[in-house]
């Protein structure tokens, strides 16, 4: 696991689209859905004619997380769903997820810590199944 300056990482040895995959299911475990879903790639693509690897940013959302959130601060849907991106790096994929930490040090809000907290455990567990193989997908 590797810690970024807002984010939360892992490499696998794997291709994008089976990375993708495994970390689907492995948010799924930790009860978040994918509210949504930007194919970069494709996009730059289409609009500008660019071509690059795949990279995929994919939104996602643990709605009693988010309940818990938006009852704290109606302002934090400025920050959600939590973005995971997927992309090709040398000969695996890199598998990223937003540090839910800043949610709290963003609001300055002392009851948003926990649930941050929480969400960033959940990523964590997600991120380290992927890593570690074990996602069902």
Known sequence: ?????YGLGIEVAMPPAAAEAAIRASLAEEGFGILTEIDVAATLSDKLGVERAP???LGACNPALANRALGVD????LLLPCNVIVYEKGD???????EPA?????TGQDDMEPIAAEARERLIRALRRVEGGSASG
């Open 92 to 98: 695996g994929t890199a598998v990223e997820a937003m």
């Open 74 to 77: 109606e302002h934090i849907g």
């Open 102 to 106: 800043l949610m709290g040090s963003l």
């Open 55 to 57: 990279y995929k940013i």
């Open 1 to 5: 696991m590797r810690d970024l300056k």
